[in-house]
């Protein structure tokens, strides 16, 4: 690992420096079955955890080549939260300059809220959480086991303990309608996440891999083309046509803004204003409170996170 590679992705930190990211893993696999995950097809369930100890010597390894940031790949850190908190807490002990960022689902913030607090006290840059929607219907759809108010629970836990979330989402699906997108991004707006989500999260589009959960569904399995073995995945046209221009026009505009290091915000009200075009209609103010932290005070990844 040489620190001043460009290659390496970096912390952007509020300050403006940036530290060079290592990755470890502390558990394989995951205990659950989200019908949407591609991780599914592949554990079917199946968890383990990996020995602390191989983790914190791979976590000195790379610390030792210039790792300043470590980027924990567990799908769920919390699929162990006992093991976990025990990683992290030696972690600190041991690195107490270092920093770190995980991966957690909505349903385990709820329910192991209690040990956040070791999270943030521990050197935890930021959470990554795969929210995926704010419509309960296409949750239950992706068999997520956490609903919009839980989202918001999150939320408000998270601005009480003064951590950072990271929230990710699929944005495009067959259930999607421009109504939904609009209130999957006033939901944004209102949450004061606008600056904590990155721009690609606002043109996901989902893909059904072979093995896919979803095409237990029939409605999914009537939606579906032949498997395209090329793309690796099973082709889906939407029944409105406009969605699906849409998530071009918006993947382009995230492409061409991001390219030209256009802010968060900015290209979030590019796209408000895109969907209202393509809904002939003319956009309605979003909610004008003020945002949960500057983007320069949210420490980010210099490439992004698609959870």
Not at 9 to 16: M, Y
Not at 168 to 178: N, S
Not at 218 to 245: I, K, M
């Amino acid at each position: 690992m040489n620190p001043s590679r460009p290659e390496h992705a970096h912390l952007h930190l509020p300050d403006g420096s940036l530290r060079t990211v290592g990755y470890t893993e502390a558990s394989r696999g995951c205990k659950h079955l989200c019908r949407h995950c591609p991780i599914v097809p592949v554990y079917q369930g199946r968890f383990r955890v990996v020995q602390a100890e191989v983790v914190l010597e791979d976590i000195r390894r790379q610390v030792s080549m210039g790792a300043e940031h470590i980027t924990f790949g567990d799908p769920d850190f919390f699929n162990g939260p006992t093991h976990a908190i025990r990683i992290v807490s030696a972690l600190h002990s041991e690195h107490p300059h270092l920093t770190y960022d995980v991966t957690i689902k909505v349903e385990h913030l709820v329910q192991h809220a209690k040990y956040l607090d070791v999270l943030r006290d521990t050197g935890c840059a930021f959470v990554t959480t795969a929210v995926e929607s704010v419509d309960d219907s296409i949750l239950a759809r992706l068999d997520k086991r956490h609903s919009r108010r839980n989202f918001i629970e999150v939320v408000e836990l998270f601005k009480r303990l003064r951590l950072v979330l990271n929230p990710t989402f699929v944005a495009f699906t067959p259930w999607t309608t421009l109504a939904g997108y609009r209130d999957l991004l006033a939901a944004i707006a209102e949450l004061d996440l606008i600056e904590h989500v990155a721009p690609i999260q606002l043109a996901i589009r989902l893909l059904i891999p072979a093995g896919s959960r979803l095409l237990e569904l029939r409605e999914v399995q009537q939606l579906v083309g032949p498997f395209d073995g090329a793309a690796l995945v099973y082709p889906w046209v939407h029944a409105d046509p406009r969605l699906d221009a849409l998530q071009r026009e918006v993947a382009s505009l995230v492409e061409t803004a991001s390219n030209s290091r256009a802010c968060r915000g900015d290209i979030f009200a590019e796209t408000w204003e895109r969907l209202h075009r393509c809904m002939n209609e003319c956009p309605r103010g979003l909610d004008a409170t003020p945002v949960l932290a500057d983007r320069c005070t949210i420490p980010y990844l210099t490439e992004p996170w698609y959870c």
